[in-house]
């Protein structure tokens, strides 16, 4: 019997180092594993945020100031210079809803004053100078000239070459580069104070007495684009001659769109023709 039981555990003896090996337990820690491995979830992506274009209305019609709406504007073909050769008083109005184009800035234009031959307000009044030179040139040029030495002033040249007859742009509404417009006129603003105005037309559009006599039917540079017609227009007085006669003081050769703040001072002399 003592020899049995000595077999026996013998037996034991070597079945005991046996059981730490079967108890491992390889499910659990897979388990682990798997368990995590289905509980991590990628963190949604955040949503971008874009800051709604900026827009101006003009007569009820929208216009954007994105990246997009200049390179859909520059299809506007240029006006030809056939489009200039009337008489300045026929000009003005229709150059009404047309747009200045130079460089990214595309500004539509919004108010405009007449200067006819034998006007007493008009720069031909002088006869052909160094200055006035463009003036008396063909139609669809441009006439800029320094107003106290400050203010860049835009004409659109009208009528035929030696009339000496011309258009003022004084007032613009942005369509496109509304950046560079804030850049060149030193004013972060979206209102209408950053284009109401001839020489605050001439800084947005970086121009200076150098782009004088150029010619606005030609594409690069400086170009005059065509535009929708406004519906409705106000006429009144032009603004600041009151060196001239009082037959041109009064004369009613200023326009403007009708229901747009892009307009400049005065407005209260403005009314439906």
């Not at 005059?224 to 001659?241: H, K």
Request: aromatic fraction near 6%.
């Amino acid at each position: 019997m003592n020899n049995k039981k000595k077999k026996t555990k013998k037996k034991m003896n070597i079945q005991l180092p046996k059981i730490p090996i079967k108890i491992t337990n390889p499910t659990k820690i897979i388990s682990k594993k798997s368990t995590t491995s289905t509980t991590i979830k990628p963190n949604p992506k955040p949503k971008s945020e874009t800051k709604p274009k900026s827009h101006f209305q003009i007569n009820d019609q929208i216009l954007p100031t994105s990246s997009n709406s200049s390179i859909v504007l520059a299809r506007n073909s240029i006006l030809s210079p056939d489009f200039y050769q009337i008489d300045a008083l026929s000009l003005a109005p229709r150059l009404l809803g047309k747009q200045l184009k130079k460089d990214d800035v595309i500004l539509q234009i919004t108010e405009v004053e007449a200067y006819l031959p034998n006007d007493s307000a008009c720069h031909g009044r002088f006869g052909i100078t160094p200055r006035t030179a463009p003036v008396f040139g063909a139609g669809g040029h441009a006439y800029v000239y320094l107003c106290y030495g400050l203010h860049t002033m835009l004409n659109v040249v009208a009528d035929k070459e030696g009339v000496g007859a011309a258009v003022l742009i004084r007032s613009c509404a942005p369509v496109s580069g509304l950046e560079t417009i804030q850049q060149r006129r030193g004013l972060k603003s979206e209102k209408p104070v950053l284009l109401t105005g001839p020489g605050k037309v001439g800084q947005a559009l970086g121009i200076s007495t150098e782009w004088s006599n150029h010619p606005l039917f030609t594409p690069g540079g400086l170009e005059l684009l065509d535009g929708p017609e406004p519906e409705n227009i106000i006429v009144g007085p032009r603004v600041g001659i009151n060196y001239a006669s009082p037959e041109h003081v009064n004369a009613l050769w200023r326009f403007a769109i009708a229901g747009t703040p892009w307009i400049s001072a005065p407005r209260n002399t403005l009314r439906p023709p």
